[in-house]
């Protein structure tokens, strides 16, 4: 009641739908924000998520491996598709999840015919 209303008006007497390379030119610069994202930081952490998936499920006995928490040790057996035994001392036999097998230090070679 007290304040006017203020209407838009469009510079230099243009139409108010404006131009649809000035809403392109403003978008750009996010455009282009999200591909170098998408090229430095999202596809090699997809990467490397499938690298690490493909060594989780190659694991097999006597692989020696390295986990999350830094034990080194073999594998004794394979359990089921989320653990396996892993020996990291003489005797000592622990579960471990897979997903915590961090690297394969030295590969066994196929001993199934």
Known sequence: MWISQAWAQAAGGA??????????????????????????????????????????????????VLTSGGLLGVVTQVTNDSEVKVEIADGVRVRVLRQAITEVVNKTADTKK
């Open 15 to 64: 139409p108010a739908g404006g131009d649809m390379l000035g809403t392109l030119g403003s978008l750009a610069p996010m455009l282009l924000i999200f591909v170098v994202f998408y090229f430095l930081l999202i596809r090699p952490q997809q990467r490397k998520a499938k690298e690490h998936r493909a060594l989780v499920q190659a694991l097999k006995t006597g692989d020696q």
